[in-house]
């Protein structure tokens, strides 16, 4: 399926943030009332996340078998999570849900499968509900088994225990990767991001490449914000780069205290999942 717009249209490096606060706010990871929090967080992600723990979570979660719901089942549960590495926010995920979606509902009204995304595109993190520690679930990812760009999140004080460290092939640039293989074939920290990704192919929703490619990397700060793991990206992963980016500003610039009421949206979003994520879903 083909989402029929060329994204040099649609990428608008100007987007205001929804509450007035000014962007440059965003993304403190370095001071801040939630930063102790924030920082443990990133040192046992940073510490655990190694290519046995990623492998071993692939296999772990790859068939989708843990349960069925359908997604606004699933949108529920998420009631109950807080981001515990989001420097920006303090409250359920489920708000920030439709504060996404509504922000590119309204950028984007000829697009619902772009509303769909902004809705759906954290739901990975139930598995934060399911029993998995928050480090294996929430926070950016990054590429295991090669080095670590300084792009990555307080990458020069949390990998210092990490096993991987001690090994120098996955200390070297391209690591355990052929140049320029393509991001599909790199293995990422494990967490929700990849488990959506799976849950969408599992189940075949019927979106365009582009939102699955916006639900895979959509954490992956180090390359659509940093610029760095360009010589692990194929053509395909550049010509998706500025849909990540378009996303990427809604998913964080639309946070702020001002909670939308998930009542009054249901409606609406129930049609868009009546149409490309229908019934229960394996998860």
Same mark, same amino acid.
């Given at each position: 399926?083909?989402?029929?717009?060329?994204?040099?249209?649609?990428?608008?490096?100007?987007?205001? $943030?929804?509450?007035?606060?000014?962007?440059?706010?965003?993304?403190?990871?370095?001071?801040?009332?939630?930063?102790?929090?924030?920082?443990?967080?990133?040192?046992?992600?940073?510490?655990?996340?190694?290519?046995?723990?990623?492998?071993?979570?692939?296999?772990?979660?790859?068939?989708? $078998?843990?349960?069925?719901?359908?997604?606004?089942?699933?949108?529920?549960?998420?009631?109950?999570?807080?981001?515990? $590495?989001?420097?920006?926010?303090?409250?359920?995920?489920?708000?920030?849900?439709?504060?996404?979606?509504?922000?590119?509902?309204?950028?984007?009204?000829?697009?619902?499968?772009?509303?769909?995304?902004?809705?759906?595109?954290?739901?990975?993190?139930?598995?934060?509900?399911?029993?998995?520690?928050?480090?294996?679930?929430?926070?950016?990812?990054?590429?295991?088994?090669?080095?670590?760009?300084?792009?990555?999140?307080?990458?020069?004080?949390?990998?210092?225990?990490?096993?991987?460290?001690?090994?120098?092939?996955?200390?070297?640039?391209?690591?355990?990767?052929?140049?320029?293989?393509?991001?599909?074939?790199?293995?990422?920290?494990?967490?929700?991001?990849?488990?959506?990704?799976?849950?969408?192919?599992?189940?075949?929703?019927?979106?365009?490449?582009?939102?699955?490619?916006?639900?895979?990397?959509?954490?992956?700060?180090?390359?659509?914000?940093?610029?760095?793991?360009?010589?692990?990206?194929?053509?395909?992963?550049?010509?998706?780069?500025?849909?990540?980016?378009?996303?990427?500003?809604?998913?964080?610039?639309?946070?702020?205290?001002?909670?939308?009421?998930?009542?009054?949206?249901?409606?609406?979003?129930? $049609?868009?999942?009546?149409?490309?994520?229908?019934?229960?879903?394996?998860?």
């Amino acid at each position: 399926m083909q989402c029929g717009c060329d994204p040099s249209e649609i990428y608008r490096p100007d987007i205001d $943030s929804q509450n007035g606060k000014p962007k440059e706010d965003f993304r403190n990871f370095k001071e801040g009332p939630l930063m102790d929090r924030v920082f443990n967080t990133y040192l046992l992600m940073h510490t655990h996340q190694t290519v046995e723990f990623v492998k071993k979570k692939n296999e772990e979660y790859g068939g989708c $078998s843990l349960r069925r719901m359908t997604v606004m089942e699933t949108l529920d549960l998420l009631d109950t999570v807080v981001d515990e $590495s989001d420097p920006d926010v303090d409250f359920p995920n489920s708000y920030h849900a439709y504060q996404t979606a509504e922000g590119i509902r309204k950028a984007h009204p000829d697009k619902d499968w772009f509303h769909l995304v902004g809705l759906i595109h954290d739901m990975g993190k139930i598995l934060a509900v399911l029993g998995e520690p928050q480090w294996a679930v929430v926070g950016d990812t990054f590429p295991v088994g090669c080095k670590v760009q300084d792009s990555v999140v307080l990458w020069d004080s949390t990998f210092h225990d990490n096993p991987d460290m001690k090994n120098p092939i996955y200390n070297s640039t391209y690591g355990i990767y052929p140049p320029n293989c393509g991001l599909e074939n790199v293995l990422m920290s494990w967490g929700h991001d990849e488990y959506m990704y799976k849950v969408m192919k599992q189940n075949n929703f019927a979106l365009p490449r582009e939102a699955f490619y916006m639900i895979r990397f959509h954490s992956f700060y180090p390359w659509h914000t940093g610029g760095d793991y360009m010589h692990l990206c194929n053509g395909e992963d550049l010509r998706m780069l500025p849909w990540v980016k378009e996303f990427n500003k809604f998913d964080l610039y639309t946070k702020c205290e001002d909670l939308p009421d998930p009542q009054e949206l249901k409606d609406y979003y129930q $049609s868009l999942i009546d149409k490309y994520c229908p019934g229960k879903l394996q998860w």
